[in-house]
């Protein structure tokens, strides 16, 4: 079953981008990893994350079907320019 839904989620995919060679689904055991140019992963979390929560959501509940837990999420790069944040300073408050 893990193929198949490997395939299937890479074809979904692979529609809603403007660089569809670059996508790739790796299968690990629960977890459906997407790897894809950093310009579509935009399109794949989608305003507001609503379409990567669809994404989890329908393939969610095919592995329930089967009895199985299946977990979507995206391999992003890191961000280029800037440095992680780190905990505890908020943007606007002095102190």
């Known amino acids: 079953m893990d193929e198949g839904l490997r395939v299937?989620?890479?074809d979904v995919?692979?529609?809603?981008?403007?660089?569809p060679d670059s996508v790739q689904v790796v299968a690990k055991?629960?977890?459906f990893?997407?790897?894809t140019d950093p310009a579509d992963v935009g399109k794949i979390i989608g305003r507001k994350g609503r379409v990567i929560t669809?994404?989890?959501t329908v393939f969610m509940a095919?592995?329930?079907v089967e009895g199985e837990r299946i977990v979507v999420e995206i391999k992003q790069p890191p961000r280029a320019g800037r440095p992680p944040r780190q905990g505890?300073?908020?943007?606007g408050v002095l102190g």
């Open 8 to 10: 299937l989620l890479e």
């Open 62 to 64: 095919i592995g329930a």
């Open 13 to 19: 995919v692979r529609e809603m981008v403007g660089l």
């Open 33 to 35: 990893l997407i790897q």
């Open 88 to 91: 505890g300073h908020q943007r």
């Open 29 to 31: 055991k629960d977890l």
């Open 54 to 56: 669809a994404l989890r």
